[in-house]
């Protein structure tokens, strides 16, 4: 499979159970805060995606500083639009917390995908 869009699709599908899972396990069976299960499984999601996407999907040929610290900054704007999505989600409009996280993974999603395609893995291949 050479398509990066339908790897990333892919990496995307196993990153969003991953992370859901771990939002889910923490609001059930740690603590009932959104805020904590956030931060726990965006940390999770953004090594879990770091590593298949880096190789696999934008097929990198080692890990390289740049790219990694570029990612971060991708991860760091989408946690950002992900934590204002569910305050106005879940305290404004007080939607279900799991309801209101499927719903902000769609946008996140979408911003990750170009952040990562065209600046953090798309500016040069690394030899």
Known sequence: MKNPSVKFVIVGILNTIVGLSVYTVYLKFIQDNYLQALILS????????YLWNNRWT???KRYNAKSGMKFMLVYIITFFVNLFLLT????????????????ALFLTTVISFFGHKYWSFGASKNS
């Not at 965006?42 to 995606?49: L, P, Q, R």
Request: glycine fraction near 8%.
């Open 42 to 49: 965006h940390v999770i999601g953004v090594a879990h995606s």
């Open 58 to 60: 934008f097929q990198q």
């Open 88 to 103: 106005l989600l879940v305290d404004t409009i007080g939607m279900n917390k799991l309801i209101a996280q499927a719903t």
